[in-house]
């Protein structure tokens, strides 16, 4: 009986963790094309930049840097977070904001 329960719990602690992996990335796959399509313009990954990447700058590891309460601030509004900010807000949905808010949270 207690080889049965050692065995369920290791096994609700498994599925625990994936449960809670998988909502962590929900949304990245989209949040990946909209970076591509409203984003990379002027910002780069891993080397691959945009044509005015000289002036958004970076994003490798900044998943790693910040937490997304901030990155959806910060996305939604940037002066609100660095009011030095030179990029200008984007006009996302709510659904979008989250989706670019994963893929970033991604970058480590």
């Given at each position: 009986?207690?080889?049965?329960?050692?065995?369920?719990?290791?096994?609700?602690?498994?599925?625990?963790?994936?449960?809670?992996?998988?909502?962590?990335?929900?949304?990245?796959?989209?949040?990946?094309?909209?970076?591509?399509?409203?984003?990379?313009?002027?910002?780069?990954?891993?080397?691959?930049?945009?044509?005015?990447?000289?002036?958004?700058?970076?994003?490798?590891?900044?998943?790693?840097?910040?937490?997304?309460?901030?990155?959806?601030?910060?996305?939604?509004?940037?002066?609100?977070?660095?009011?030095?900010?030179?990029?200008?807000?984007?006009?996302l949905?709510?659904?979008?904001?989250?989706?670019?808010?994963a893929?970033?949270?991604?970058?480590?």
């Open positions: 009986m207690r080889e049965t329960k050692g065995i369920l719990w290791v096994f609700a602690t498994l599925l625990g963790v994936t449960l809670l992996a998988s909502f962590a990335w929900a949304g990245s796959d989209e949040g990946k094309a909209l970076y591509e399509q409203k984003c990379k313009a002027c910002h780069s990954i891993g080397g691959d930049a945009g044509k005015m990447a000289h002036l958004g700058g970076k994003l490798d590891g900044v998943g790693a840097r910040r937490d997304a309460a901030w990155l959806k601030a910060y996305l939604a509004d940037p002066k609100s977070k660095v009011p030095e900010a030179k990029m200008p807000k984007v006009s949905a709510e659904q979008q904001l989250d989706d670019l808010v893929y970033v949270l991604t970058l480590k």
